[in-house]
C-alpha cells in the first residue's frame, strides 16, 4: 500500500498560481504512476491530470490543460501541481491518487482549494 499526504492548498484570488505537493510512502516511489483528482460541492469527482512512473508521460482534463503542470520528484517521493491562471470553476477538493493495478488504488485526504473572483 502507499500513504499520501497533501498539502499547500488555500484561498486564492482569480488568475494566481498555486502549487499543491503529495508526499507518498510505503511502497517504492517510482514504481506507481500517479494523479490528481478533483471535487467540487455537489459535483463527482473528477479527474485533473496524470503522470507515469517515471514521469516520461502526463494526461490533462481539457479543463486544466495549458494551465495546470503535473510533475513528480523520484528523489524526493512527491508529485507537485502547478496551477497557474486559477479561476472560479477551480475550486474543489483536490486529492492524489497511485495507481498500482491498473485502477487508482491509493488515495490522500485531500486538500482545499478555493478560488474567488
Known amino acids: 500500500q502507499v500513504q499520501l499526504v497533501e498539502s499547500g492548498g488555500g484561498l486564492v484570488q482569480a488568475g494566481d498560481s498555486l502549487t499543491l505537493s503529495c508526499a507518498a510512502s510505503?511502497?517504492?516511489?517510482?514504481?506507481?504512476?500517479l494523479g490528481w483528482f478533483r471535487q467540487a460541492p455537489g459535483k463527482e469527482r473528477e479527474f485533473v491530470a496524470s503522470?507515469?512512473?517515471?514521469?516520461?508521460?502526463?494526461n490533462y482534463a481539457d479543463s486544466v490543460k495549458g494551465r495546470f503542470t503535473i510533475s513528480r520528484d523520484n528523489a524526493k517521493n512527491t508529485v507537485y501541481l502547478q496551477m497557474n491562471s486559477l479561476k472560479s470553476e477551480d475550486t474543489a477538493v483536490y486529492s492524489c491518487?497511485?495507481?498500482?493495478?491498473?485502477?487508482?488504488?491509493?488515495w490522500g485526504q485531500g486538500t482545499q482549494v478555493t478560488v474567488s473572483s
Open positions: 491518487a497511485a495507481r498500482i493495478s491498473p485502477r487508482w488504488d491509493c
Open positions: 510505503g511502497r517504492t516511489f517510482s514504481s506507481y504512476a
Open positions: 503522470i507515469t512512473r517515471i514521469g516520461g508521460v502526463t
